[in-house]
């Protein structure tokens, strides 16, 4: 039934039309990536993804010239260049997601089949041929989906499709071992007219268009994941900016009112910063911005956000919070970044921060409400004499409004915050 089967898949699928369409297609997919490495040489995988294509059309061409070409090229370089398509494949994958370049581990399978084409039994017998090239090139199949699996950006969502192509092809691959032993060839002069090989080439047709398009559609989302994140991101401390910071609170306060707990927002400004530019100048300040940062996102959770609100003033969001630990978060903040800038770069800066805190609740569950009671809280520690946390868990409502705010949130004005009070004129 299975020689059936196969005999007229043979028939139906004419090989050297189906060797032609792999090898047309593995060169087109190949120059393509090639190309658009050539313009955005950003993405290295475009590269390696062109060259590996490329490495395969190679490999099937001298593949399906057996008979033609002495066997040196027809065995041992067409099945060591496909093997070593599917390590590109492995690597590319991994230098996609930050990882480093294993040459040694690209090359193992290569050479390992160059090896064993030196042994006489291996070599004499195409079904052993078969096996040890399917157990060389499948591992690299499923590595590459075990990649994009656990090590990939869990942002990109076509990155899903790549990891069930992968699997699915490393499974094929690896299915070939049980055949060679339940179906073998018999006589090597019969390899190209034996069915199963034009189900091979099909399913490489298959594979290497639909993988094509996942990696170019993969590199393509991933260019516009990060452009969101830059736009949300401030570029100079890394933090969220005002915007990003909004988004994620307007997130938190959603989440807390369905859970019926509380947030709490620390505003955050560093004292006499002016008097740090000038006095110092605005790469010191930058460091000083930078350092607050860095004690920050020392001192929060994994949940909780850290942005930058503008300017000198930062922003940090406490999801499932209380007044108590939120003051003393604040607390152990302050104190830290004034000990960390006391000295910046071998220069007495003496660089303090108060903190103004804030917690959304019944009457509080807008950003409005939030920024504009930590703002109100903040501007009680500047008049104590800065360097201190002060938080509006005792302070009446006022009525004061936060329009700046919002208005920027919204994209409708590019002015700061309106306040009642300008920070003492100083900071």
């Not at 060797?19 to 390696?48: C, H, K, M, P, Y």
């Not at 994994?302 to 604040?330: C, H, K, Q, T, Y």
Request: aromatic letters at 10%.
């Amino acid at each position: 039934m299975q020689s059936f089967f196969f005999d007229n898949a043979a028939m139906l699928l004419d090989l050297p039309t189906l060797a032609a369409i792999t090898i047309f297609i593995a060169t087109i997919i190949g120059v393509l990536f090639l190309s658009t490495w050539v313009q955005n040489r950003e993405i290295d995988s475009f590269g390696w993804w062109g060259l590996s294509y490329l490495l395969c059309a190679a490999g099937f061409g001298f593949f399906f010239l057996r008979g033609h070409v002495p066997d040196v090229l027809s065995i041992d370089i067409a099945n060591a260049l496909v093997i070593l398509y599917y390590g590109l494949i492995w690597s590319s994958v991994r230098a996609f997601n930050g990882k480093p370049f294993r040459v040694s581990w690209l090359l193992a399978g290569p050479i390992a089949w160059l090896v064993l084409c030196r042994i006489p039994i291996f070599y004499g017998d195409i079904n052993l041929r078969v096996i040890g090239a399917a157990l060389l090139a499948g591992p690299y199949s499923l590595g590459g989906a075990y990649e994009f699996w656990r090590g990939g950006d869990r942002r990109l969502a076509t990155r899903w499709p790549a990891v069930v192509f992968l699997f699915i092809h490393g499974v094929a691959l690896l299915a070939r071992v049980p055949f060679a032993v339940i179906s073998p060839i018999t006589a090597a002069s019969l390899v190209l007219n034996h069915g199963v090989l034009a189900i091979i080439a099909v399913e490489l047709i298959l594979y290497s268009i639909c993988m094509s398009f996942l990696l170019l559609a993969m590199a393509k989302e991933r260019v516009e994941v990060r452009l969101r994140a830059a736009a949300l991101t401030d570029p100079l401390t890394g933090t969220l900016n005002r915007r990003g910071l909004f988004q994620f609170t307007q997130v938190s306060l959603a989440q807390a009112q369905r859970t019926s707990s509380s947030i709490a927002f620390l505003l955050i400004d560093l004292d006499h910063f002016k008097r740090v530019n000038d006095t110092f100048g605005h790469q010191v300040g930058d460091r000083v911005l930078q350092l607050l940062c860095v004690e920050a996102t020392r001192m929060i959770r994994g949940s909780d956000i850290l942005g930058r609100m503008g300017g000198e003033e930062f922003g940090i969001v406490l999801p499932m919070s209380n007044w108590e630990g939120a003051e003393m978060l604040a607390e152990r903040l302050r104190r830290s970044f004034a000990a960390a800038a006391d000295d910046v770069g071998g220069r007495a800066i003496g660089a303090t921060i108060s903190i103004g805190v804030s917690l959304s609740s019944a009457r509080c569950n807008t950003i409005e409400c939030l920024v504009r009671d930590a703002d109100r809280a903040l501007y009680e520690a500047k008049a104590a004499g800065r360097n201190r946390v002060r938080t509006a868990a005792a302070m009446p409502d006022t009525g004061w409004t936060f329009a700046g705010d919002l208005a920027a949130f919204a994209g409708t004005a590019s002015v700061g915050p309106s306040r009642p009070i300008d920070r003492l004129s100083n900071g």
